[in-house]
């Protein structure tokens, strides 16, 4: 394997650095999870969060976080992911592509219009007590 130079790996550094950073927190106007269980992996979910940092990086987004979580509990409809935009309940996608998480992540995250025939629910499913 050949070696890296220092400006092949100072490349990379940044590069990962403007990934990273998407994913660290502050203000934004939309999260996007990606379920990344077993499951999820088995069935895809690697080529959709691919597909969205591809998404972010190509679009200069800040205002957009981008994080992963484990099974959702649904595995027969991965792969799957949550999207919150500010001021809207959560949305729960399912069976995605990379056709449908961008399409998506037009309408909804960054035009606000739920994408009702790739929606399995609307809403969180955290209880008060």
């Keep these: 394997m050949p070696k890296l130079t220092l400006e092949e790996l100072a490349k990379i550094r940044e590069k ?19 379920h990344m269980g077993t499951c999820g992996i088995a069935a895809g979910a690697r080529s959709i969060m691919n597909a969205l940092m591809k998404e972010l990086e190509e679009r200069a987004l800040g205002d957009v976080l981008l994080t992963n979580s484990g099974c959702a509990g649904l595995c027969s409809r991965e792969p799957m992911a949550t999207v919150e935009v500010a001021g809207q309940a959560p949305v729960k996608y399912v069976d995605l592509t990379e056709k449908k998480i961008k399409e998506i992540f037009e309408k909804h995250v960054l035009g606000g219009r739920i994408v009702t025939e790739y929606a399995l629910g609307i809403g969180s499913e955290k209880t008060d007590f």
């Design 16 to 34: 990962t650095k403007r990934l990273t950073t998407i994913r660290e927190g502050g203000e934004y106007r939309a999260k996007v999870c990606v």
